[in-house]
């Protein structure tokens, strides 16, 4: 009695004090709060900002590349100390004696150059493009799927906190029923009418009861835990549940879902943009074997004294074709490396396609089969609950032992219990179809 009188004062005094600050949600509001916080949506997000970013900079090959050079350099070399000379229009008729010409003074140059290059024929700018779009369209899908699965695991989540409540709700009846057990044990023993072993075994059942209740209380907590962290929250933070969710009948026939799946599923879409980068890749290697074509041109000015100064100045342009006639066979096993990742691409993405289809059938058969356990679950409750009525009427005329009665308030507990799990396991399996299916957001975001 102690220990019961105990935990009544644990449950109305310390847990409402720490929930009472505890805010609540709507699944849509925590589906709403999941999209914009969830860590994992924000870091495929900037994955996908990385990669669009990177595609903007293929592009950028196709401009021109403007560059500013200043540079210094010191030398007596003959060779260097006459190109000095001249850069700098310092030439004189005494430099070319025999002396100056072989054993020329150090000399000093501040040479200032802008230069620009052009491409005008480089087809390993296309490709490495192309290359650049199909990975960020394929980050643009995988982030698509993480929403969904952020919101999956938020409706998961959210049913965690429904599901616990329901228990204890259920563990705070059997302790009610416990201890009104354990009244009429006391009752008849006083009364010389009952077993002493009879108020004990019923305190005990009232001490398992009692335990079941922590733990239920334990659970609640740690799932409002998981659900704060689902949509964001930080470590330790706790989110309740405004509203609870309602089982709503599946839509669409399983022909309909595999087709909607092979669609709209976007980690698909990625997997056919990572077929399109690999065959992109495949013709970034066979531009490998033709020639590139560049314009350059630049402007300097030589001096012998001081930086950005103009002694002289000078300008050439002109035009490069660069092709590489022999490299060692490298070419070839790139472009044979290509090769063997796009087929290997193909592969993986057929591959998936069937388990997607096998998702959705697997998912349509759990969701069918949570149904029919729940069906079960029903009758085992109203059966429990009807035998619990006639055990409890025969014990009352001394017609059934505690024993018996104890037996039947187990087997109510366990079945009432069973009938919240089995109601959210349907709910979570109907939501695992539009999840398998790629129709998670638009399912629950618009019903």
């Known amino acids: 009695m102690i220990r019961f009188l105990a935990l009544s004062s644990l449950l109305l005094l310390v847990t409402p004090a720490a929930w009472a600050a505890e805010p609540a949600v709507s699944f849509r509001e925590a589906l709403r709060m999941a999209l914009e916080r969830n860590h994992l949506v924000s870091g495929a997000a900037y994955e996908k900002e990385a990669a669009e970013r990177g595609a903007a900079a293929t592009r950028s090959r196709y401009l021109p590349r403007i560059t500013f050079d200043e540079s210094f350099a010191a030398s007596n070399s003959p060779t260097r100390t006459f ?33 620009l290059e052009q491409p005008l024929f480089d087809f390993s700018i296309g490709y490495g493009r192309e290359m650049a779009e199909r990975e960020a369209e394929e980050k643009g899908y995988l982030f698509e799927r993480r929403r969904e699965d952020a919101g999956y695991a938020v409706l998961a989540a959210y049913l965690g906190v429904q599901r616990a409540r329901a228990v204890l709700d259920a563990t705070e009846k059997e302790v009610v029923e416990a201890r009104e057990h354990l009244r009429l044990a006391r009752t008849r023993s006083e009364g010389g009418t009952g077993l002493r072993s009879d108020e004990l075994r019923a305190r005990t059942f009232l001490s398992e009861a009692e335990e079941r209740t922590i733990t239920a209380l334990n659970d609640l907590q740690l799932a409002k835990m998981r659900l704060a962290l689902a949509v964001g929250g930080g470590a330790g933070e706790s989110l309740d549940i405004r509203e609870e969710m309602k089982g709503e009948p599946l839509r669409l026939q399983e022909e309909e879902l595999v087709r909607a799946a092979l669609v709209t599923r976007q980690d698909l879409k990625g997997a056919e943009k990572g077929v399109e980068r690999a065959a992109a890749a495949v013709g970034l290697a066979a531009s490998a074997w033709l020639p590139t074509v560049y314009a350059g041109a630049s402007w300097q000015m030589n001096d012998r004294d001081i930086p950005f100064g103009r ?40 591959q998936f396609r069937k388990e997607i289809a096998l998702q959705i059938r697997e998912s349509l058969l759990r969701r069918g089969e949570a149904g029919k356990r729940l069906e079960v679950a029903r009758h085992a409750f109203l059966a429990a609950e009807e035998g619990m009525r006639l055990v409890n009427k025969r014990f009352g005329e001394g017609l059934a032992t505690m024993v018996e009665l104890l037996d039947a308030q187990t087997s109510l507990n366990r079945s009432r219990t069973g009938l919240v799990e089995r109601e959210t396991d349907l709910q979570l399996a109907t939501a695992r179809v539009y999840h398998a299916a790629g129709l998670f957001l638009k399912e629950m975001m618009n019903p």
Do not use: I
């Not at 000095?84 to 003074?105: C, E, H, T, V």
């Not at 092709?323 to 472009?335: A, C, I, P, T, V």
């Not at 490396?337 to 087929?343: M, T, V």
């Open 83 to 115: 190109m000095m000379k001249l850069d700098q229009g310092r030439f004189a008729q005494d430099d070319f004696q025999l002396g100056n010409l072989n054993s020329p003074a150090t000399r000093t140059d501040f040479r200032t150059m802008f230069s």
């Open 311 to 350: 002694d002289n100045d000078a300008w050439n342009a002109g035009v490069t074709l660069r092709w590489e006639l022999f490299d060692g066979m490298r070419r070839s096993s790139d472009q044979g490396r290509a090769r063997a990742s796009r087929d290997a691409a193909v592969q993986y993405r057929e």
